[in-house]
């Protein structure tokens, strides 16, 4: 297929950014970036929706996010990238698609800052009452710029660590669980299939619900393909990220949420209250269990702050190294994008500040409006996939270090399941508002890049 690129393809090479990550920072990046805060905090509400049939929505999004990461792979082990899949849309589609696809992901990573600390700050707020919550908001976003300013082994570190937390803890439950329903926990009764007789309480709706609320649950995943570009071995680094993707995937997000509902009743209130995994260790009766959880949930609010900031950046840097963006912006010093990191981490605390001063308009728009922006980055992936592969395929066969199954069905079968997202949010009065919304930035931004483009190609 003919490449539509116009200008110069963009660079793979990141050769000013530091390559000071480690495979084994990479290794647990790509582990514990699978554990995401929408994991902990979000899937109460999936969970009060669906009922036990959530582990069939979560299922069904997880093999979706299979095939995602799977052409993201593929991409990104050819072509190392810190713009990722903006970089690949650039490639495949034309400057314009990159534009697009880099800019929202910026957006949404920069306002998920601020709604993860916000998150991090009610519960540290709720151990010592009376403490404000915008102090710890902006005290978590002083650390970590500060991490990200210095050098990316800092981020290297901080994730490495976080994710080591996180994964323990999130195996440590997945096996205390096991052995409740197994009925050999000391102290417990094994509930047997009691809470799972209504599998669907809610019906086919209640499944819809629990399934768009999966579908989100799994962003992040993305990240490690953006610090691939700063490791010693990027292509190395993907390759083995991809492939170990699924059985991460069917472990920590569909087997946690199998335990959860098999051990708790799916309508109690403690499930949104507190969030499963507290409600699930306080069932089993475990001293000081779900207050250890909560800690759990914070580490992984912290570590979503991390990251988010950490691709925040980089897609940034990435946009304006391909000339689709304020210079300003891709000024490095000591390997690192240091104006980039900062004017990530001030967006993301104005994020906070509107949250506080207009909740009900402003902050709600800007929540509306990046909604959806994963699916959009999805769907940039898959067409970027079907237009690389076979240009990969004829001109450097040698870089197809990971290949997409089946190729070109489950891209088609993977962007029809995008689709059928689509058509769901458009059915449902929650989220109807954020596909519009999302819809009407991609459209503006598309509108953008795309006069932009006209304007570098009439300019040559």
């Excluded at 905090?41 to 299979?66: D, E, H, Q, R, T």
């Excluded at 209504?198 to 086919?204: K, L, R």
């Excluded at 994963?374 to 076979?390: D, E, K, N, P, T």
Aim: charged share 10%; hydrophobic share 55%.
């Amino acid at each position: 297929m003919p490449s539509t690129t116009t200008g110069t393809p963009p660079s793979t090479d990141d050769a000013s950014l530091a390559h000071g990550l480690k495979q084994r920072h990479l290794s647990m990046i790509a582990l514990g970036g699978v554990i995401g805060a929408g994991l902990f905090v979000g899937s109460g509400a999936g969970i009060a929706a669906a009922g036990p049939s959530i582990v069939v929505a979560y299922a069904l999004s997880g093999l979706l996010v299979m095939l995602v990461m799977r052409m993201l792979g593929e991409m990104s082990a050819a072509y190392p990238s810190s713009g990722s899949f903006s970089a690949h849309a650039e490639r495949a589609i034309g400057p314009w698609a990159g534009f697009t696809a880099g800019w929202a992901f910026w957006v949404l990573l920069c306002t998920a800052v601020g709604l993860e600390g916000i998150g991090a700050a009610k519960i540290v707020s709720g151990w010592l009452p009376g403490t404000p919550e915008w102090a710890w908001v902006a005290l978590f976003m002083v650390v970590f710029c500060g991490t990200n300013l210095a050098a990316v082994k800092n981020f290297g570190e901080f994730e490495f660590w976080f994710a080591a937390l996180k994964v323990g803890a999130i195996t440590l439950f997945l096996a205390l669980g096991v052995l409740a329903i197994a009925g050999v926990l000391p102290g417990t009764d094994s509930p047997g299939a009691s809470h799972l007789t209504d599998f669907m309480p809610n019906g086919g709706e209640g499944l819809v619900i629990g399934l768009l609320a999966s579908v989100f649950a799994y962003g992040g995943l993305e990240t490690v393909t953006i610090a691939a570009a700063e490791s010693e071995n990027p292509v190395k680094g993907v390759a083995s990220a991809v492939r170990t993707a699924m059985w991460r995937i069917a472990l920590f997000y569909v087997g946690s949420m199998a335990v959860i509902v098999t051990l708790v009743p799916w309508d109690s209130k403690e499930v949104v209250e507190k969030g499963p995994y507290v409600a699930a260790l306080d069932e089993l009766g475990i001293p000081g269990a779900g207050q250890l959880m909560n800690v759990v949930v914070l580490v992984a609010l912290l570590s979503a702050m991390n990251a988010n900031v950490y691709g925040a950046s980089r897609i940034g840097y990435s946009l304006v190294q391909r000339g689709q963006g304020p210079k300003v912006l891709g000024r490095v010093s000591g390997g690192v994008p240091r104006i980039a990191v900062l004017a990530s981490s001030v967006f993301g605390f104005l994020c906070v500040l509107l949250s506080y001063w207009r909740p009900n308009d402003v902050f709600a728009w800007l929540l509306n409006m990046i909604g959806a922006v994963i699916l959009v980055v999805w769907i940039f992936i898959a067409v970027s996939q079907l237009r690389l592969r076979r240009r990969l395929e004829r001109e450097t066969p040698e870089k197809l270090v990971v290949r997409m199954w089946a190729f070109p069905w489950l891209t088609w079968v993977a962007l029809a399941g995008m689709a059928a997202v689509f058509v769901l949010m458009a059915r449902e009065p929650d989220t109807r508002v954020q596909l519009y919304s999302t819809g009407a930035m991609t459209l503006a931004l598309a509108a953008v890049g795309y006069a932009w483009q006209r304007a570098r190609t009439d300019g040559n």
